[in-house]
T-cell receptor, first 114, second 118 residues
Framework: EDKVVQSPLSLVVHEGDTVTLNCSYE??????LLWYKQEKKAPTFLFML????IEKKSGRLSSILDKKELFSILNITATQTGDSAVYLC??????????????FGPGTRLSVLP | KAGVTQTPRYLIKTRGQQVTLSCSPI?????VSWYQQTPGQGLQFLFE???????NKGNFPGRFSGRQFSNSRSEMNVSTLELGDSALYLC?????????????????FGAGTRLSVL
């Protein structure tokens, strides 16, 4: 059975700290790994990673994938209170002729204190 | 381009009733997936529809069903509601085309329907 694990499940930091969120997976027919940020309702897309070792960066957020060790990390530098959210990791797998399947991890709840 | 639209945003029902939730995907997206999100279980996959056909299904009882229309809009129905069905129901859409590059198949979410069963 496909599985995505995230750690830590919960994290409390102060503004200005740097955090690293972890996502590991065991799936068949890996296609891509995606990170989402969920503040109140709709998860919003952050990054998609398909190749090992290539860092994706957007402002203070960055992410990298290691397909050999089956994990990804999401880094947030100089955290702000607006970064407080649940960060979801999802893995897309190919299903023969049936498109993709998305498997989600439990999420990491990040709280940034002023 | 409009995002994924879900209606209604909130619903309160009692045990034994049934409910229908609606999802309009992003224009051009033919795949619609439904998820249940609860504090204890996280995001659980319900089912995926593509071109009016259920293409993929999670491990939920038959009380949970769905359908997709020719314009790609989708509805999800839950019959004989139970207290444990209280959750945020999220809909997500993507192009869904087999053979597309991965970058063309990012899943985008709607704001969800918060269902409370009393």
């Amino acid at each position: 059975e496909d599985k995505v694990v995230q750690s830590p499940l919960s994290l409390v930091v102060h503004e200005g700290d740097t955090v690293t969120l972890n996502c590991s997976y065991e799936v068949t027919n890996f296609r891509s790994l995606l990170w989402y940020k969920q503040e109140k309702k709709a998860p919003t897309f952050l990054f998609m990673l398909t190749s090992s070792g290539i860092e994706k960066k957007s402002g203070r957020l960055s992410s990298i994938l290691d397909k050999k060790e089956l994990f990804s990390i999401l880094n947030i530098t100089a955290t702000q209170t607006g970064d407080s959210a649940v960060y979801l990791c999802a893995v897309a797998t190919l299903r023969d002729n049936y498109g993709q399947n998305f498997v989600f991890g439990p999420g990491t709840r990040l709280s940034v204190l002023p | 381009k409009a995002g994924v639209t879900q209606t209604p945003r909130y619903l309160i029902k009692t045990r034994g009733q049934q409910v229908t939730l609606s999802c309009s995907p992003i224009s051009g997206h033919r795949s619609v997936s439904w998820y249940q999100q609860t504090p204890g279980q996280g995001l659980q996959f319900l089912f995926e529809y593509f071109s009016e056909t259920q293409r993929n299904k999670g491990n939920f009882p038959g009380r949970f069903s769905g359908r997709q229309f020719s314009n790609s809009r989708s509805e999800m129905n839950v019959s004989t509601l139970e207290l444990g069905d209280s959750a945020l129901y999220l809909c997500a859409s993507n192009r869904g085309q087999v053979g597309d590059r991965a970058s063309k198949n990012i899943q985008y979410f709607g704001a969800g329907t918060r269902l409370s069963v009393l």
